[in-house]
C-alpha cells in the first residue's frame, strides 16, 4: 500500500469503505478509472457528487427521493391505513418493485445490533412515533426479516406500539421468509406470499 502513488492510495482506502469492496478490488477499479478518458473519469466523479444533491429523505417514509414528499407517499391511490416497517431502502423497494402491496412505508435506517454499535437512538424510532401519532394508521406490517437483528428490532416495534398505540393492528411477513434471511434478497413470489399470509402479532 505504501508503494502506490499517494493519490492512487487515497482513492483505494475510499473504494474499500463500500460494501463488499476489498484492497485487492479497490486497487482495480482505481487502475481502471486512471485507464479511462479523462472525460468519462470525471464524469462518474461529477455524477456521485449529484447522487449527494439530488436525493433527500421523505420526511413521511425517510426513503430516498428527489421530491419530498416522495411519489408513494403523495400517491392519493395508497392505503394510508397501512404502515410497512423496514430497515433500509433496499427492503422498500424490493417490496414496492414487485407490486403487490399498496400501502405506505417506514423505513428505520436500519436494525438494532448492539454488538455493532446500532442502538434505538440511532435509528428512526421516533419518527415512528410521530408517524403513528397522526392517527390514520391501522395496521403496522413488520418486514424487517428473519436475522437475528430483525427479530430484536422486531420486538422493540411491537412493544413500541403494545405500550403506545394499543389499538393498532401489529402483524409480520410471514410464508415463505427463511429463517436468517436478509429480506431483500427475497424473490417477489416470495414477498407476495409473505405479505399476502402476514401473521397478526399480540
Same mark, same amino acid.
Given at each position: 500500500?505504501?508503494? %502506490? ?69 403523495? !400517491?392519493?391511490?395508497?392505503? !394510508? ?62 418486514? %424487517? ?27 409480520? %411477513? ?24 402476514r401473521q397478526a402479532l399480540g
Amino acid at each position: 500500500m505504501e508503494r %502506490l502513488p499517494r493519490a492512487l492510495q487515497t482513492l483505494v482506502e475510499r473504494l474499500t469503505a463500500l460494501p463488499g469492496v476489498g484492497h485487492k478490488s479497490a486497487l482495480r477499479m482505481g487502475l481502471t478509472l486512471l485507464n479511462w478518458p479523462e472525460e468519462k473519469a470525471r464524469s462518474l466523479g461529477q455524477a456521485i457528487c449529484d447522487l449527494r444533491d439530488s436525493l433527500c429523505l421523505c420526511s413521511h417514509c425517510r426513503s430516498l427521493t428527489e421530491t419530498d414528499p416522495c411519489p408513494v407517499c403523495s !400517491d392519493p391511490s395508497r392505503d !394510508d391505513r397501512m404502515l410497512c416497517v423496514v430497515a433500509d431502502w433496499d427492503s422498500l423497494l424490493a417490496i414496492d418493485e414487485a407490486g403487490f402491496y399498496q400501502g405506505k412505508y417506514f423505513v428505520l435506517g436500519g436494525l438494532l445490533s448492539p454488538l455493532d454499535g446500532v442502538h434505538s437512538d440511532q435509528l428512526a424510532f421516533a419518527q415512528l412515533r410521530q408517524r403513528l401519532a397522526q392517527k390514520q394508521v391501522q395496521e403496522v406490517v413488520l418486514a %424487517l426479516g428473519t436475522t437475528r437483528e430483525g427479530e430484536a428490532t422486531e420486538s422493540y416495534v411491537r412493544n413500541l406500539v403494545a405500550s403506545e398505540f394499543t389499538s393498532l393492528r401489529v402483524s409480520r %411477513l410471514a410464508q415463505g421468509i427463511p429463517v436468517g434471511s436478509d429480506l431483500k434478497y427475497m424473490d417477489r413470489e416470495t414477498l407476495k406470499q409473505s405479505m399476502t399470509y402476514r401473521q397478526a402479532l399480540g
